[in-house]
């Protein structure tokens, strides 16, 4: 799953550095200590000195301890206590609160989830009420932007002990026998689900775990509510691909859309195909591939299974990825169900995919993709070695043709060059013709006027000595 994590809700300052000049940790060692110092650090509640202190919880009745017409107050009662929210970046304020709060999201869990008849039609504004008010925040940037899932460990919700039993609760809720679509549609709505589908970016996992089994729910139990969720899920997709290069609940959602995409009906709609082509193909080329290739596969491979079809796009396309990421691509071929769908249209698809594999086994820069290829040659070659016979002598007449055409062109061009040479010197020559006639017009043209000058003079002398 993709774990370029974000930091849970809000950002610390940081002390100034005493000796700034110094410099003697790697980097490896500054995150190791930057995360003992913040991975239990996250909260949706600032922590200021000026924030007023919480309303405290005091403890209620038991909700099994209390008559069957007592009950429905009680359990409202119960759910507006649980709005109240605290600030666990203080760990020594208002503990008898916290835990009288924990306490009863526990029992609400029990209650919803062994009671029948309790959820009755004025329950469903408090419920949602509740459950908005304790996971709904915005999602602050991280504070460790060069965030190595390999190496560094996730910043984790310091408000779970509450937050947990909150998803708990809601679940509950949802798969409860007695829960009412037709009615919660009224507060389960297109806002509810765009800000559960943007707490997908959660880094702590736990969060994003909940948030996958409840979208499950959601989505298998509002009808109305499915083309929302699709379409919402594609842009935060394209978002992801083209600009941020960063969310963190990526193999959370391609989980979630294995499933959608196994149930879609068939023949498949021009949107289901457009998901595939512009956001699934172009998630192999996005960053941290390696952290969902295995969901993203899978979902290709649901296409596939669908509408066989689609081999040819899809492996055409694993085919031509000149990409760092085509060595992911590639293992398409080691699926089984493809191989045997490639096998069983091995005339139609060879001849598709041999031109781009041939060439990359003679280009490619990385030596690993070009040892994938040879493998999916050879397979290529054990299905069908007549037909890649065929097609490899094709292809070579094909480079000499090309290199034929190359050589054409490069002759064309040099003779070109030698017509645009002797037209530029021939340009030359005819200047300086030009040049030279006009020179010698002027001279002669100087000459006649001085004959002329010489001639009036001596007239007007003789005609002044008279």
Known sequence: MSQSFVKGSISISRPPCVFPHLNGFTRKSVRKAQRQRICQ???????????????????????????????????????????????FYDTVTDLKSKE?????????????????????????????????????????????????PEEDEPTLEASWPHMQLVYEFFLRFL?????????????IDQKFVLQ??????????????FLKTILHRVYGKFLG???????????????????????????????????????FALPLKAEHKQFLMKILIPLHTAKGLALFHAQLAYCVVQFIEKDPTLTEVVLLTSASHYTPHTERALYFWNNEYILSLIEENNAKILPIMFGNLYRISKEHWNPTIVALVYNVLKTLMEMNGKLF????????????????????????????????????IAIQNNRHEIQF??????????????????????????????
């Open 41 to 87: 650090g996250s909260s949706q509640f600032a922590a200021s000195s000026s924030r007023p202190a919480a309303p405290g919880v005091s403890a209620l009745p038991q909700l099994k301890d209390a008559s069957s017409t007592q009950q429905h107050e009680l359990f409202m009662q119960k759910l507006q206590q649980c709005c109240v929210l605290f600030d």
């Open 100 to 148: 009288t709060k924990r306490a009863i999201l526990s029992e609400l869990v029990d209650y919803v989830s062994t009671n029948r008849g309790v959820l009755v039609e004025p329950v469903y504004p408090e419920i949602t009420t509740m459950v908005c008010t304790n996971i709904f925040r915005t999602l602050p940037p991280s504070e460790n932007p060069d965030f190595d």
């Open 175 to 187: 798969e409860n026998p007695d829960f009412q679509p037709s009615t919660a549609k009224r507060y």
């Open 196 to 209: 559960l589908l943007e707490l997908f970016d959660s880094e702590d996992p736990r969060e994003r775990e």
């Open 225 to 263: 509510l499915r083309g929302c969720v699709r379409k919402q899920i594609n842009n935060i997709f394209l978002r992801f691909i083209y600009e941020t290069e960063h969310f963190n609940g990526v193999a959370e959602f391609l989980e979630i859309l294995g499933s959608i995409i196994n149930g």
């Open 389 to 424: 016979d065929e097609l490899t002598a094709s292809d070579k007449s094909d480079r000499q043709r090309e290199k034929k055409k190359e050589q054409e062109r490069e002759e064309l061009w040099r003779k070109l060059d030698e017509l645009r040479l002797q037209e530029r």
């Open 437 to 466: 006639t006009y020179s010698n017009n002027n001279h002669l043209h100087d000459k006649d006027e001085n004959t002329a000058a010489a001639v009036t003079d001596r007239i007007e002398s003789d005609t002044w000595a008279k």
